[in-house]
């Protein structure tokens, strides 16, 4: 079964540093999503990205995040300066608008210290 | 803005039924869902239902949908240990099914043998 690919599966990085973060979504899928979920809370919705250009963002996702598909398959989210509170568990996830949905990956535990 | 609302927590015997309700605000969605997390792992799609649809059944897993009130539940019928997890309801913005993903606070389930 197709699957939504993440790495790493978990980062330790240090507060200011940058990081990026991976994801090779389904192959024929068109739109792509960040999604973070802070230990114990809610799943929340970072972002949206379909015909390489963001659809949706929320206020979560200021200056400080970007997405890119740099080539044909992979699909980034890049944290430029760190904080402590962006420690979370950080879900990609693709749709191909079908009723299966959304297909997420299986997450990458970002850790800022 | 939209909204989607679980109770917490649920805690059952094995071989009880199991019923997990959720309320939503955005009426628009085409499609409703159901996602499983267990501990450490990602967003596991369970199953999901047609906005015109009042029920649907798979295996042990059966949704109800009451467009009216805007309240989905799952039951999960003869509960094992490894139905023991965090649900997630989750709500596509909107009647494209492209949307954010609305997530509601997840119901843990705890199965006692």
């Known amino acids: 079964e197709p699957e939504v690919t993440q790495t790493p599966s978990h980062q330790v990085t240090q507060m200011g540093q940058e990081v990026i973060l991976r994801c090779v979504p389904i192959?024929?899928?068109?739109?792509f999503y960040w999604y973070r979920q802070i230990l114990g809370q809610k799943v929340e919705f970072l972002v949206s990205f379909y015909n390489n250009e963001i659809s949706e963002k929320s206020e979560i996702f200021d200056d400080q995040f970007s997405v890119e598909r740099p080539d044909g398959s992979n699909f980034t989210l890049k944290i430029r300066s760190t904080k402590l509170e962006d420690s979370a568990m950080y879900f990609c996830?693709?749709?191909?608008?079908?009723?299966?949905?959304?297909?997420f990956g299986s997450g990458t535990r970002l850790t800022v210290v | 803005g939209e909204d989607v609302e679980q109770s917490l927590f649920l805690s059952v015997r094995e071989g009880d039924s199991s019923v997990i309700n959720c309320t939503y605000t955005?009426?628009?969605?085409?499609?409703l869902y159901w996602y499983k997390q267990e501990p450490g792992a990602g967003l596991q799609l369970l199953t999901y239902i047609f906005s015109n649809m009042d029920m649907k059944q798979d295996q042990r897993l059966t949704v109800l949908l009451n467009k009216k009130d805007k309240h989905l539940s799952l039951r999960i019928a003869d509960t094992q240990t490894g139905d023991s997890a965090i649900y997630f309801c989750?709500?596509?913005?909107?009647?494209?099914?492209?949307?954010?993903?609305?997530f509601g606070q997840g119901t843990t389930l705890q199965v006692k043998p």
């Open positions: 955005d009426s628009s969605s085409t499609y």
């Open positions: 996830a693709s749709n191909n608008r079908g009723e299966d949905g959304y297909t």
């Open positions: 192959s024929n899928h068109l739109y």
């Open positions: 989750a709500v596509p913005h909107g009647s494209s099914n492209t949307g954010k993903l609305i």
